[in-house]
């Protein structure tokens, strides 16, 4: 090869060198411009996700937070009610506590002339037994009735029969379930019969500050003594029975016991569930009662639960005393 040949082969080698040169320079940016823009991708992928679960992050701490401020506030407010639910039956038990109070200072002084009917009646007729008078006792339903203090005027215990008296000592004329229209028209004039129902007490009497003036007092519906006296017999009834744990059945009637009152009763008041209730007026009405449970004879298991019943009475505070043949 002569020299001419030679350098046209070294020019064409280096021409080939410089193209392959330039080629891989190209590839390389080309490889680096790929790079950089998946490394951009890569980067703001990154970012997105990270601004994901920041938000995701701070969601679930606001729910926590909302969850936990519910919570609190559930709990603040059971403390709250509970609170001023033991506050009420504190202010409640109070009220019980002054009212019983009152209730044993004035009871006996009230139900003395009745109490000492009773005995003579039951000592007349032979009976016997134990007579309370005066039995106060909160009932199962105080809080829910808000009836905090039960007063019964007289309990009366006879061998086989348990007698829950009512006594009203109230003077003038008396109407009990008979409508003053049917005793005399005169009366029928001095009271509105349209709205008495079927259960009332009519009194009427001289107003003591105006003797020439009637004073007319109307007691109907829950207010009638024989609706009173079988409430009073229910209460006591639940109420021997969550002591004792033993059902005990009682009697009622209704004594109008003023000497000086003219009463025209309905004898034997019948109550819409069967049982009656006797209305009676003086000894006269209270011996005509008695004497028809006189007949009832008890046994061993109504006994037992009679001188149960009598401490479970006394231990409420009523005055109790025993009476009969047997009875010192």
Not at 44 to 60: G, P
Request: proline fraction near 2%; hydrophobic fraction near 40%.
């Amino acid at each position: 090869m002569d020299e001419t040949q030679w350098l046209w082969v070294a020019g064409a080698g280096c021409g080939v060198l410089l193209i392959a040169i330039v080629v891989l320079v190209i590839a390389n940016r080309r490889g680096r411009e790929r790079a950089r823009r998946r490394l951009a991708e890569i980067e703001v992928a990154s970012a997105t996700r990270a601004a994901e679960l920041t938000r995701a992050h701070e969601d679930q701490v606001a729910t926590l937070a909302a969850e936990h401020e519910s919570r609190l506030a559930a709990v603040s407010d059971d403390h709250e009610r509970e609170t001023m639910r033991l506050r009420a039956e504190t202010a409640a038990s109070m009220e019980v506590a002054r009212r019983t109070r009152e209730t044993l200072a004035t009871g006996l002084k009230w139900e003395a002339a009745s109490r000492r009917l009773i005995l003579a009646a039951c000592e007349q007729l032979g009976l016997r037994g134990s007579l309370h008078t005066n039995v106060v006792f909160m009932p199962s339903d105080a809080l829910e009735t808000r009836t905090f203090v039960t007063q019964i005027d007289h309990v009366l215990l006879l061998d086989g029969a348990r007698l829950v008296i009512e006594n009203k000592r109230w003077q003038g004329v008396l109407f009990d379930g008979v409508r003053p229209s049917a005793v005399h028209e005169a009366f029928g004039k001095l009271v509105d019969e349209n709205d008495l129902g079927e259960h009332f007490a009519v009194q009427l009497r001289r107003d003591p500050e105006s003797p020439q003036s009637i004073t007319v007092n109307r007691h109907l519906g829950e207010r009638a003594p024989v609706v009173q006296v079988r409430r009073q017999a229910q209460q006591l009834s639940r109420f021997v029975e969550q002591e004792l744990s033993e059902p005990i059945w009682f009697d009622t009637c209704v004594l109008y016991s003023h000497e000086r009152a003219e009463a025209h009763l309905r004898q034997r008041d019948q109550s819409s569930g069967g049982a009656s209730t006797w209305v009676v007026a003086g000894a006269d009405g209270l011996i005509a009662c008695l004497e028809s449970f006189a007949s009832r004879t008890g046994n061993d298991d109504t006994r037992r639960d009679d001188a149960a019943l009598f401490e479970t009475l006394s231990a409420l505070g009523a005055d109790a005393t025993r009476f009969g043949p047997d009875e010192s």
